[in-house]
């Protein structure tokens, strides 16, 4: 009994001592920044995870909210129809995939090719091919020719089309040019609604 207590004098003795050096406030502070850093810690890992997440599933390019997406039917025997609203200045503007990487097209049946701006060829896998100059208000413009491995629309998808790598073209913009409706598509706009048609 003695000894017990000694032993628990001489810890109330040490826990006092402690208390007046200072030492046992220093202890509970560390112990209070140690739990605090934990914390932090698992925070910073679920805010990652959380971020990573969300980047993961983000779309690979924002449009603007008159981008559209194309409607599809696909009929019976095979056929296929995709629609696409007009905006209310007429303009068609919608996404569309380049080599499986969704772009932003406007439908320009005035442009010969399917046009892209330089600054986007090379994203999108596009190589650049013999060298011509076209005529425009603005004076001679110089552009490459290429062949887009695979263009799609809502559920019409085209292989080996030929194309344009313009260099003066600015922008996120690709013109739908005729070389698109050239491999048996076809086009008809009423009342504000495009239709792009394909038949087997």
Known sequence: MKD???S?????????SRMESG???KEQVKEKRQKKIIIVIILSIFIATISYDFLKSKPEQSFPFNVVQPKSIVHNDGSIEVLIEQDKQGHCIFIGYI???RVKFLLDTGATYISVPRQLANNLGLLPGGSYF?????????????IIREVRVGAIMLRNIEGAIVTTMEGDEILLGMSFFQS???????KGTV??????
């Open 184 to 190: 048996g598509i076809d086009l008809m706009i009423e």
């Open 134 to 146: 076209s005529q425009t208000p603005n004076g001679n413009v110089l552009s490459y020719r290429t």
């Open 99 to 101: 080599n499986n990487k």
């Open 23 to 25: 030492e046992l406030i």
């Open 8 to 16: 628990s004098e001489e810890i109330v003795k040490e826990m006092i």
């Open 4 to 6: 017990e207590n000694k």
């Open 195 to 200: 239709k792009l048609s394909k038949k087997l």
